[in-house]
């Protein structure tokens, strides 16, 4: 079966910088997505990733390593309006989006 | 940039009614459709494709007597929850494909709460 896999939830400290991992085992390989949810609201879209490495935007960054299944993003500086969950989401053979159940991070003061 | 407008927002309806939930897409044509649905904590559930034109295709153990869709146009999708129920107190939320590669992201509607009493 298809499985993306992250941590349910994460504590940082503002300011600080976090990395939220996701491991996936998909048939097939079109794409990494993350995006960002806040409670109550849909998802923005954040980073995507097709080829192995790093992509940074700001103060957010997302790096994928193909032959590992894995990906992470990593928040930097982080505020306390980066409270919210981060969802991956993988294209898989077919071009569909299969989710993660998202992690939720905590910024505390 | 791409909008997807989704209405209501909130609905509280009473057992044994139905309710219909609107998406559109604003500034761009949506031959495709994507409903899902969110329980609390927990990661989007595709409940369905919907296809403008044809029959929406739905995922494997969604009703689509109960959940009906309707892609009248190229930039309306609608969902209706027939004869709902408290179990279907959910999170709705509609998204249609960005346009242009497979790096283009979906764009979500700012979803709907159901609240069935």
């Known amino acids: 079966g298809q499985n993306i896999d992250q941590p349910t939830e994460m504590t940082a400290t503002e300011g600080a910088i976090v990395q939220i991992n996701c491991t996936y085992q998909t048939s097939g390989f079109n794409g990494l997505f993350w995006y960002q949810q806040h409670a109550g609201e849909a998802p923005t879209f954040l980073s995507y990733n097709v080829l192995d490495g790093l992509e940074e935007k700001g103060r957010f960054s997302s790096f994928l390593s193909r032959s590992k299944g894995y990906s992470y993003l990593l928040l930097k500086e982080l505020q306390m309006k980066d409270s919210a969950s981060y969802l991956c989401?993988?294209?898989?053979?077919?071009?569909?989006?299969?989710w993660g159940a998202g992690t939720k991070l905590i910024i505390k003061p | 940039g791409a909008v997807v407008s989704q209405h209501p927002s909130r609905v509280i309806c009473k057992s044994g009614t139905s309710v219909k939930i609107e998406c559109r897409s604003l500034d761009f044509q949506a031959t495709t459709m994507f409903w899902y649905r969110q329980f609390p904590k927990k990661s989007l559930m595709l409940m369905a494709t919907s296809n403008e034109g044809s029959k929406a295709t739905y995922e494997q153990g969604v009703e689509k007597d109960k959940f009906l869709i309707n892609h009248a146009s190229l930039t309306l999708s609608t969902l209706t929850v027939t004869s709902a129920h408290p179990e279907d107190s959910s999170f709705y939320i509609c998204?249609?494909?960005?346009?242009?590669?497979?790096?283009?992201?979906?764009?979500f509607g700012n979803g709907t709460r159901l609240t069935v009493t």
């Open positions: 998204s249609a494909p960005g346009q242009g590669s497979d790096a283009s992201p979906l764009h």
């Open positions: 989401a993988v294209k898989d053979s077919n071009y569909q989006l299969i």
